[in-house]
């Protein structure tokens, strides 16, 4: 019996082992697989675990929903561009196909938290705080969890805000309602003729400037929850991702540059283009990593966030996207596979640590 359970075992690790390899396979084969992305991705939701874990060890842990913010601008946009340009049916963005395939990927986990927390609720809550969960299902469930939390205590760092099961879920509140603006603001852009990079970083600086005002007038709670205080965040990260898809061949390029000539002179002996291009990929992401550790470790949950002080993350993801998966840090750290296999459990590792 020992014998056979012990078969058992082996072979489902054997098994697990082999899925693992399978898909670790598959994402290789996409060209278009950022395995770095993953990578950092897993840094964002471990700070976030972190941080609620030890608050005190990682005071600024609660940035990471700062740079899963960027993530998914950059991801998500990156599909939209894809329809919208693409040449067999160019000025479609499949709005209908966009958000089913939204909602096969974020429903069924959600759902799963959502039942669960109500039945373990039913047997620890009392009745006033049950019916207080059932609201806050209803929010998570329908993606306006940070109304709600705005409403009802105005502050996401208050200790009557942490008791709250369902907290975690205003996140994905911003996240949804800006994909349902997002898609048909780039129609409208695309339709009008209008310039991307102009129309996308005007769309960033208005929500930044509503956010920067937010705080800076003592509406800190406002600027946390609001989804238009929080949109550039996820707009920067679709101004990046415009600019690759359009760009490509043109980034990178300072060929004119005396500056870059002198810095490549002094690095390589006979500098070229290939070499030109990796040294200021790695100059950002190098940047980028230094301004996500320094975040972690010195922006405070003190009652004064996002504000200008969300800059500091924001950009940290951008210059590491930006980076390209062939730079040192993207390369050796974000794509090592146990932080790519973190990525991809993030979001369900997200849903449930809270």
Request: proline fraction near 3%; aromatic fraction near 16%; glycine fraction near 6%.
């Amino acid at each position: 019996m020992v014998r056979k359970m012990q078969s058992i075992n082996q072979s489902i690790n054997q098994s697990r082992t082999s899925s693992l390899k399978s898909l670790f396979s598959f994402l290789k084969s996409n060209p278009n697989y950022r395995a770095d992305i993953d990578g950092l991705r897993a840094i964002a939701c471990l700070a976030v675990v972190l941080y609620h874990a030890f608050p005190g060890h990682l005071p600024g842990g609660f940035i990471g929903v700062d740079i899963f913010f960027v993530i998914s601008g950059y991801l998500i946009s990156s599909i939209l561009y894809r329809h919208l340009f693409n040449q067999d049916n160019l000025g479609k963005v499949h709005i209908i196909d966009f958000y089913s395939r939204r909602v096969r990927r974020i429903f069924p986990a959600l759902i799963l938290v959502l039942v669960t927390t109500l039945v373990l609720g039913y047997f620890v809550l009392l009745p006033e705080e049950y019916k207080l969960l059932g609201k806050h299902t209803f929010g998570g469930s329908t993606y306006i969890n940070n109304f709600m939390l705005y409403k009802e205590t105005g502050n996401y760092f208050n200790v009557d805000s942490k008791f709250k099961p369902l907290l975690h879920l205003w996140s994905l509140g911003v996240e949804e309602q800006f994909y349902l603006v997002f898609p048909i603001f780039l129609w409208v852009i695309y339709k009008l003729n209008l310039n991307f990079v102009l129309s996308l970083v005007l769309f960033s600086i208005l929500s930044f400037v509503i956010n920067y005002n937010y705080v800076k007038h003592g509406f800190v709670s406002k600027a946390f929850f609001m989804p238009w205080s929080r949109f550039w965040e996820l707009s920067l990260g679709a101004v990046l991702a415009y600019v690759e898809f359009e760009y490509a061949k043109q980034l990178y390029q300072f060929k004119d540059s005396k500056f870059y000539k002198t810095v490549l002179a002094i690095i390589f002996r006979n500098p070229s283009d290939s070499d030109n291009q990796k040294l200021l990929k790695n100059i950002l992401s190098f940047i980028g990593l230094v301004l996500i550790v320094v975040g972690l470790i010195s922006i405070k949950s003190n009652g004064v966030y996002p504000g200008k002080k969300a800059l500091i993350p924001v950009f940290g993801a951008i210059f590491i996207i930006a980076a390209g998966k062939e730079a040192f840090i993207n390369r050796k750290l974000l794509s090592n596979k146990v932080m790519v296999f973190l990525g991809l459990i993030s979001y369900p590792l997200y849903l449930w640590h809270w």
